[in-house]
Structures are given as structure tokens and as C-alpha cells.
């Protein structure tokens, strides 16, 4: 009985084991799944709002360049991290800036760039581009490694050769486009000095890099392997990656100008187009070892003018604006991550000789090579480049992230002197960015330099333009001399024959016609100010309606009388509204020149309907057009009632007249 009251006896409670799985969890932090595209949205946001904080004060943007405020931020943040973390935690990395940064950057210059102006300076843009960089290259490596043999660098640990130091005044002579473009559109030069500058930054920096891939070829195989052959493959090179890249770009502009003229009925993914396929042609040239700068670059010039004419005008807005919006977010990480990475100095190695060298030799070898070459070319130059002009462009040559990125893909192992190229690219870009960039301004207006006059030609200056170039190719073709105009000419012809008919979808073609697209825009204009004004004589036919009362006549009858005219053109404009006396009529005047101006009966009922390809067209476009329609067919209506008035009156008169010759004669008719 005891032993049953005290009932069964329990087992011993299991002890936890650490191994089980935990329950189920309500939150649960996962950073390392999303650290690296936060890190990117961070900075991103950042730099974002820094440049939101600059551009609050209107003074400080006028004296600072933007790039030089973003560079000191950068040195900021990155002593911050510095000074918590005990190390630098992000460094610009070359295969970021080459792969993700760049891109955006050169299709944005090429896209947008006035191709007008880019080949009619093409000549001096090449010679700049192709001839200066050999020229500073080579006249600033030797320059260096001269320093170097005399003994005066003050480390002697600096062991570097020839080649060495060529290297290195091969990406040194890098002038960046995008301090180059963040510089001199806030001092607003005039346009050919912006082109040429802008132009030869941009090339500059695909022959630079060709150039510095020739040079670190020669490093590694080493002085004592190279042979003449290494030296006829190596100028081989040098022009097959730069016409390579150039030929890359252009069929791929071939090719997204053909896509785009299929797209009219899935207009949602043309600008998908655009990027994707430019962006293809960067890395299928850097794929095969071809200049990917110049295959983007020439991509974005060609492709223009076609895909333009094919997609809509929604899509041209959406390329417009997202491409800008990549290309300053690129620029603005750019120069941030610039200042971040050069905190960290456990990859220096200062040499002051070296540092100071460099810096004496880009800006003396820069002048040098402009003023020869402008003396060469000023003999061929319709407008020669003044002296104002060399020191602009001498000024000028900004280094930045190109020459940072190329310094840091050098081998350590094969080229000794690294460290000290790395302090001294730093020094150079910091230099140029941020002194160049804060004395450039006061510089122009010192020298007054002609300044770019921002302005659209009005049709007028357009026409008298297009006159010129047919009567100078006309003049070349009389002359024998076959010119810049002869071979535009040539080429508009061609281009109007074939490619504009293989490129472009038909309608898009028929718009070419310049006088019917000032025509259409002018209407298209006179229709949105009927929208939005009520607009009384549009401007395009320069039709007067001929129900539409003067001004003097307006004052002294009734505004409720000529309401009720019948006419169909009668449309009363708010300007005479005031003179008339009575209230009430005011009124009246006001309300009917509201609904006559806004009101319209369409042609058909819109039906609504959803598609995930399709955008359906804004109510707004859509009443533009609708009222345009409205309007020319209201103007052909009075031409053809003028017109048959007098023709009416014509024929009676000559049936009046040939009555009255048959009265008068002697003899019955």
C-alpha cells in the first residue's frame, strides 16, 4: 500500500542539447546577405546628399568646384573610418571603376556629345589626343628616369628603369574626362574650346590606356627580352586596339539602331535597348583586349541620330534623364571614393624629388606639346586658336580617377617602384583637381576667354547654315579641292541613300524633312498654347481668320454680338477683354474663349485598356494633338472658303467682262 501511494517513479529530466534546432523565430538579423548592396545604397545616399548640401549655397558651388568638395569629403569620411576601424575598410577598386563606374560616364559624353561640333574639330581632337599623349608620355617618363639616373631622388630605394618610369608617364598623362567635364561646364567656355578639351580628354584616356598596356607588356617580359619584333608588335598594337575598339562600337551602334526600328509596338523596353546593348560593347571589347573607352564612346555618337528618330518620345526622355542620373552618380562615387583611398597611406612610399618632378614635368611638357601642335595646326584651321585659347587648354589638363585606377593595377612584384607611383598619382590628382580646379575659373575671366553664348539658332540661322555648307562643298567640288565640306556632303548624301533607309522605320524618315518638322513643331506649339492659353491666329500659316475683329472694333460693339457671329474662326483674345465696359460681357468674353480654346469633339471615344508592353498615351498629349487636328482642319476650311470667294468673284468678273465685249459688237453673236 505504501509503495502504490507513492505511485511510479519518474525518469530523470533530459538535459538540453545545444545541438537541437532553436524554435521558431520571429525576426532574425541577417546583415551578411545584404552588407554589400547596402554598403552601396549607403554611399550612394551619401554622396547624394552631400551634393544636395552643396548646392544649398550658391556661393560656395561658384568659388569650389563640386569635384574638389566631393574629394575633401571624402578625406573625411575616410579618417573616420580610419580612425574607428584602425584600417581602411574601402579603397576605389580598379575592376569597380573600369567595369561599374566608367561606363556611364563615356556613353553619357558620347551620347550626348554635339557631333557637329566633335567632327568639325575632329583633326585637332586626334592630333591632341593621339599625338599629345605619345608626346607627354614619353617626354615625362624620360624626364623622370633622366632624374633618377642624375641621382637627385631622394630615396635610394626608388629602383626603376627606363621602361619603369615610362609606365608610369604613360597613365600619368591620363586627362581625365570626368574632372575634365566637372570643371569646365561651371566655367562655361566657348564650344569649340570645350570641344577640343572635352574631345581630346576623352580619347586621351583610350590612347592612354592602350599605351600603358603596350609599356607594362614591355616590364614584364623585361629589359633584357625585348626585342625589335616586341617593339613592331607593340606600335601594331597600339593602332589595332584603338581601331578595334572604334570598329566594335560601331556595330553595335549598327546594331541597336536596326533593333530600335522594330519597336513600335513594345515601346516599354526601348531604352532597355540602349543601355544593354552599349554596355555590350564595352565589355565585348574589353573582352578581346580591344579599347572599350573608344567602343563606348563611338557607340553612343553613332547611334544617336537613328535611335532618336525611331523610339518615342517617352523613351527619349527616359534614356535622356537615366542616363544622366548614372553618369553624376558615377562622377560623385568617383571622387569620393578618390579621398577615401588616400588615407590609407600604408601603400605609400613618398620620394619629395619624384613628387616634385612630376608635377614640374606634366605642366611643362603640356604646354610645350599644345603650343607646337596649335602651330601646326592653326596653318590648316579656318578659325586658328589664339594664345588665350593654349593657355585654357594647358591649364587644363586634369588627372583623376583613370591614372589612380591604372597605378593600382600595376604589379608590385614586377615593377619595384610602385609605392612611390602610387603617393605621387595621389599628390598629381589632388593637385590638378583641387588647385587647377579653384584657379581655372578666376583664370578665365582674367584672360577673358570667350565664353559659350547658350542660346537656340533660331530657323532663320539654321537655314542660312545649311546654305552655307551646300555653297562651300559646291565650292570644293568646283575648285578640284576635296575638303571638310566635299566629304560631308559626300557623306550626308550616303547617309540620306542608304543608312537612313535601313536604319530608320518609315515614318520616322519622312519626318526628316526639315521644313515639314518645323512646320509640325510650330503647330504642335500653337496647339498646346490653345490648351493652355487659348491662343487666338496660330503662328505656323499665318492664316488671318477673317471673322477675327480688329482690336478698334472690339472696343466699340458688343462682345455678346460677335459671340454670336457664325463664323467658325471667331476666337477671342484675352488681351481685348479689358477694354470692353460692361462687366457681364467681360464675363461672357472670358468663359467663351476658355471653352473654345480647351473644348473639342473627338474624332473618337478612347477606350481604356491595359497592356504590361504598353504605355498608354498621356490625356494631356493627347488633347494637343487632338486640338491640333482641330485647328488645321478649321484652317484649311476658311483657306478653301477664301479661296473659292475668289475665284467665285474672278469668274464673274471675266463673265461680266466677256458680256460686255459681246454687247459691243457689230454683229449679233
Known sequence: GAAGSGGAMQPPAASPDPAAPAGTELLRWQWREVQGPCLVAA?????????????????????????????????????????????????LEPNMFFLFLLPPIVLDSGYFMPSRLFFDNI?????????????????????????????????????????????????????????????????????????????????????????????????????????????????????????????????????????TRFTKRVRIIEPLFVFLLAYVA??????????????????????????????????????????????SSSETIIFMFLGISAVD???????????????????????????????????????????IDQVVMSYGGLRGAVAFALVILLDRAKVKAKDYFVATTIVVVFFTVIVQGLTIKPLVKWLKVKRSDHHKPTLNEELHEHAFDHILAAVEDIVGHHGYHYWRDKWEQFDKKYLSQLLMRKSAYRLRDEIWDVYYKLNIRDAISFVDQGGHVLSAAKLALPSMPSRTSMSESSVTNLLRESGSGACLDLQVIDTVRSRRDREDAAMHHVLRGSLYKPRRRYKASYSRHFISPDKQERQDKEIFRQNMKRRLETFKSTKHNVCSSKSKARLKEKGRKKASLPWPS
Not at 45 to 64: E, P
Open 123 to 259: 583633326g585637332a581632337i586626334l592630333t591632341y589626343a593621339v599625338v599629345g599623349t605619345l608626346w607627354n608620355s614619353f617626354t615625362t617618363g624620360t624626364a623622370l628616369w633622366g632624374l633618377h639616373q642624375a641621382g637627385l631622388m631622394a630615396d635610394p630605394g626608388v629602383e626603376a628603369g627606363l621602361m619603369d618610369f615610362l609606365l608610369f608617364g604613360s597613365l600619368i598623362s591620363a586627362v581625365d574626362p570626368v574632372a575634365v567635364l566637372a570643371v569646365f561646364e561651371e566655367v562655361h567656355v566657348n564650344e569649340t574650346l570645350f570641344i577640343i578639351v572635352f574631345g581630346e580628354s576623352l580619347l586621351n584616356d583610350a590612347v592612354t590606356v592602350v599605351l600603358y598596356k603596350v609599356f607594362n607588356s614591355f616590364v614584364e617580359l623585361g629589359p633584357a627580352h625585348i626585342r625589335v619584333t616586341d617593339y613592331v608588335k607593340g606600335v601594331a598594337s597600339f593602332f589595332l586596339v584603338s581601331l578595334g575598339g572604334t570598329a566594335v562600337g560601331l556595330l553595335f551602334a549598327f546594331l541597336l539602331a536596326l533593333i
Open 282 to 327: 564595352y565589355l565585348a571589347a574589353e573582352m578581346v583586349s580591344l579599347s572599350s573607352i573608344l567602343a563606348v564612346t563611338f557607340c553612343g555618337i553613332c547611334c544617336k541620330k537613328y535611335v532618336e528618330a525611331n523610339i518615342s518620345q517617352k523613351s527619349r526622355t527616359t534614356v535622356k534623364y537615366t542616363m544622366k542620373t548614372l553618369a
Open 345 to 387: 597611406t600604408s601603400k605609400w612610399a613618398w620620394d619629395t624629388a619624384l613628387v616634385l618632378g612630376t608635377l614640374f614635368f606634366i605642366l611643362l611638357f603640356r604646354a610645350v606639346g599644345v603650343v607646337l601642335q596649335t602651330c601646326v595646326l592653326n596653318r590648316f584651321r579656318l578659325i586658328p586658336l589664339d594664345r
Open 43 to 91: 554611399w550612394i545616399l551619401v554622396a547624394s546628399l552631400a551634393k544636395i548640401v552643396f548646392h544649398l549655397s550658391r556661393k560656395v558651388t561658384s568659388i569650389v568646384p563640386e569635384s574638389c568638395l566631393l574629394i575633401l569629403l571624402g578625406l573625411g569620411l575616410g579618417g573616420i573610418v580610419l580612425a574607428v576601424a584602425k584600417k581602411a575598410e574601402y579603397q
